[in-house]
């Protein structure tokens, strides 16, 4: 049973940059494959990044390409997600999330965190 624990969320201003990070426990965390994924209020959960167990292979929803960056420390048990140039439209709360392979439906994930806030003002 893996635990996951995101912080990093908070308010910022379009343009702005926020760095998110997922602790996890209770697993081999270089076993699994990560995600991101976000929801805004009103919508469903959708993708935004996944990275593969070893950190070689990354996938991006096309609207984060560029800005966006999904990185991982095995040896710390930590994912990250650096987030660039915010728009206001990244608003949502963001999950991460452990599963076997770097999947973008939600469905195939495992192991899901409680989420962190982000709030991009305009």
């Known amino acids: 049973q893996v635990q996951l624990v995101e912080s990093g969320g908070g308010l910022v201003q379009a343009g702005g940059s926020l760095r998110l990070s997922c602790a996890a426990s209770?697993?081999?965390?270089?076993?699994?494959?990560m995600g991101w994924f976000r929801q805004a209020p009103g919508k469903e959960r959708e993708f935004v990044a996944t990275i593969s167990q070893n950190g070689g292979r990354t996938y991006y929803v096309d609207s984060v390409k560029g800005r966006f960056t999904i990185s991982r420390d095995n040896g710390k048990n930590t994912l990250y997600l650096q987030m660039n140039s915010l728009k206001p439209e990244d608003t949502a709360v963001y999950y991460c999330?452990?599963?076997?392979?770097?999947?973008?439906?939600?469905?195939?994930?495992?192991?899901w965190g409680q989420g962190t806030q982000v709030t991009v003002s305009s």
């Open positions: 999330a452990a599963g076997i392979a770097t999947f973008k439906d939600r469905g195939d994930y495992d192991y």
């Open positions: 209770g697993g081999t965390f270089s076993a699994y494959a």
